[in-house]
T-cell receptor
Framework: KAGVTQTPRYLIKTRGQQVTLSCSPISGHRSVSWYQQTPGQGLQFLFEYFSETQRNKGNFPGRFSGRQFSNSRSEMNVSTLELGDSALYLC?????????????FGSGTRLTVV | GESVGLHLPTLSVQEGDNSIINCAYSNSASDYFIWYKQESGKGPQFIIDIRSNMDKRQGQRVTVLLNKTVKHLSLQIAATQPGDSAVYFCAEKKAGTALIFGKGTTLSVSS
């Protein structure tokens, strides 16, 4: 079966712009989580969605937002980009929210802000 | 905030050796733990998990040990191969909350 699909794979944006990243979970998975990965901070949790509702949120500024659609696909948006937003953005899906189940990750979107 | 940390940022071993990667977690309420492997250019890949009501769990060439008394988690890889070279992350979770990751250990296997 198809894995978690993230698009685009690579993105270059200019400071001040906004960006939207997309994640399609594994078929049947209803929970989608987003993480930011940088060399200095590692994997940091952004937010988690289940049934189109944000269930958990990490410690990121309001410039970072997300949403989930009825087909479980999710998007995250970053407005007013800063150089420090350059990172690998990872999406993970699981069957349920909050349960003791493994998360399956996509390959990520590499965002570079210049 | 609460986080999961790893003891060593890098570990170098010879092919065929057994590798042990350690992790200390801080949230005693966490009830689920996972080890992930991340290769260059890819997302983290699930290796093995363990619930807090267990002390040990074995997979193919991998074993996870959980010591709740000292809040310590370890991943043992038997007969380490060059293909095992990657960054390894432990992650913790408690019911209803997000999966929280440690900073990772880079395993380098030389042949």
């Amino acid at each position: 079966k198809a894995g978690v699909t993230q698009t685009p794979r690579y993105l270059i944006k200019t400071r001040g712009q906004q960006v939207t990243l997309s994640c399609s979970p594994i078929s049947g998975h209803r929970s989608v989580s987003w993480y930011q990965q940088t060399p200095g901070q590692g994997l940091q949790f952004l937010f988690e969605y289940f049934s189109e509702t944000q269930r958990n949120k990490g410690n990121f500024p309001g410039r970072f937002s997300g949403r989930q659609f009825s087909n479980s696909r999710s998007e995250m948006n970053v407005s007013t980009l800063e150089l420090g937003d350059s990172a690998l953005y990872l999406c993970a899906s699981s069957r349920q929210q909050g349960a003791q189940v493994g998360y399956t990750f996509g390959s990520g979107t590499r965002l570079t802000v210049v | 905030g609460e986080s999961v940390g790893l003891h060593l940022p890098t570990l170098s071993v010879q092919e065929g050796d057994n590798s042990i990667i350690n992790c200390a977690y801080s949230n005693s309420a966490s009830d689920y733990f996972i080890w992930y492997k991340q290769e260059s250019g890819k997302g983290p890949q699930f290796i093995i998990d363990i619930r807090s009501n267990m002390d040990k769990r074995q997979g193919q060439r991998v074993t996870v040990l959980l010591n709740k008394t000292v809040k310590h988690l370890s991943l043992q890889i038997a007969a380490t191969q060059p293909g095992d070279s990657a960054v390894y992350f432990c992650a913790e979770k408690k019911a209803g909350t997000a999966l929280i990751f440690g900073k990772g250990t880079t395993l380098s296997v030389s042949s």
